[in-house]
Nanobody
Framework: VQLQASGGGLVQAGGSLRLSCAAS????????MGWYRQAPGKQRELVAT???????NYADSVKGRFAISRDNTKNTVHLQMNSLKPEDTAVYYC?????????WGQGTQVTVSS
């Protein structure tokens, strides 16, 4: 499974960004897709996940501001990020779980200026 993320960038606090991730390769039976992030000097943390049945899970810090969605026909996952805060600044990584194996995409930088 290969994961290609896009959509990062620089935005002012209160603004919005939309991240996208496309899965390719052997994509049969991908169950959970999601996003993690890692800020400078901090551990990587879960942001949001979505199952093939579209059940979602969010970190408390992003609930009500971020929305994860998925297009199973296109094997893509999106993360709509609203009301962004400077503390959301991080490298965001797309992930996919296939047969209990977690795959990582390359990161995309999100920078929120105050």
């Amino acid at each position: 499974v290969q994961l290609q993320a896009s959509g990062g960038g620089l935005v002012q606090a209160g603004g919005s960004l939309r991240l996208s991730c496309a899965a390719s390769g052997s994509i049969f039976s991908i169950n959970v897709m999601g996003w993690y992030r890692q800020a400078p000097g901090k551990q990587r943390e879960l942001v949001a996940t979505i199952t093939s049945g579209e059940s979602t899970n969010y970190a408390d810090s992003v609930k009500g501001r971020f929305a994860i969605s998925r297009d199973n026909t296109k094997n893509t996952v999106h993360l709509q990020m609203n009301s962004l805060k400077p503390e959301d600044t991080a490298v965001y990584y797309c992930t996919a779980v296939q047969r209990r194996v977690l795959y990582w995409g390359q990161g995309t930088q999100v920078t929120v200026s105050s």
